[in-house]
T-cell receptor, first 114, second 114 residues
Framework: GAGVSQSPSNKVTEKGKDVELRCDPI?????LYWYRQSLGQGLEFLIY????????KSGLPSDRFSAERTGGSVSTLTIQRTQQEDSAVYLC????????????FGEGSWLTVV | QQQVKQSPQSLIVQKGGISIINCAYE??????FPWYQQFPGKGPALLIA?????SEKKEGRFTISFNKSAKQFSLHIMDSQPGDSATYFC?????????????FGGGTRLMVKP
């Protein structure tokens, strides 16, 4: 499809396990973002990738969270040693460079840590 | 710290009425102000956006009013319909000190009663 694709759409994991969430942005989009949305809450910025520049990691809540973007396209968000408070929807988005360009969101990966 | 403050948190409007959601921001370096609409189980989708060089933008039943001096902007939904029931997020974006990502308000859950 032409939109931002995320997988898995749903993930249930045991506390302490590591999880990987994948994002496939819209083709040609150089900017890629990860946000977190807790139940009934707003969107919390996690990390931003722009082309070959160093990513803006200022939103990552702890060192258990990391993300990479390979070849300027697909991104993986990794959460190590998951905790129950990590349960949320993880949303990926992409856009062309430039502040006025629309940011398109995927449908999210619903993570439940039990 | 960058902030976008949104109110109200929830809103109930009768069909045909006007829904009004307000946002205020702090960082004058923001230069792009979109509104996103999110239905349950879906990612946010761009609804309408404005740049600070205009005071109003209208698209169909949706209007953004922008007050640069007050650092406030609002979304007006005219002739509100039950299909408009969703969560609405205002956001702000800029570059440099304003950050390269969207900063979101806390969201407003709108319910339009038939």
């Amino acid at each position: 499809g032409a939109g931002v694709s995320q997988s898995p759409s749903n993930k249930v994991t045991e506390k302490g396990k590591d999880v990987e969430l994948r994002c496939d942005p819209i083709s040609g989009h150089t900017a890629l973002y990860w946000y977190r949305q807790s139940l009934g809450q707003g969107l919390e910025f996690l990390i931003y990738f722009q082309g070959n520049s160093a990513p803006d990691k200022s939103g990552l809540p702890s060192d258990r969270f990391s993300a990479e973007r390979t070849g300027g396209s697909v991104s993986t968000l990794t959460i190590q040693r998951t905790q129950q408070e990590d349960s949320a929807v993880y949303l990926c988005a992409s856009s062309l460079m430039g502040s006025g360009n629309t940011i398109y969101f995927g449908e999210g990966s619903w993570l439940t840590v039990v | 710290q960058q902030q976008v403050k949104q109110s109200p948190q929830s809103l109930i409007v009768q069909k045909g009425g006007i829904s009004i959601i307000n946002c205020a921001y702090e960082n004058t370096a923001f230069d792009y102000f979109p509104w996103y609409q999110q239905f349950p189980g879906k990612g946010p989708a761009l609804l309408i956006a404005i740049r600070p060089d205009v005071s109003e933008k209208k698209e169909g039943r949706f209007t953004i009013s922008f007050n640069k001096s007050a650092k406030q902007f609002s979304l007006h939904i005219m002739d509100s319909q039950p299909g408009d029931s969703a969560t609405y997020f205002c956001a702000a974006r800029g570059f440099g000190d304003a950050g390269n990502m969207l900063t979101f308000g806390g969201g407003t859950r709108l319910m339009v009663k038939p």
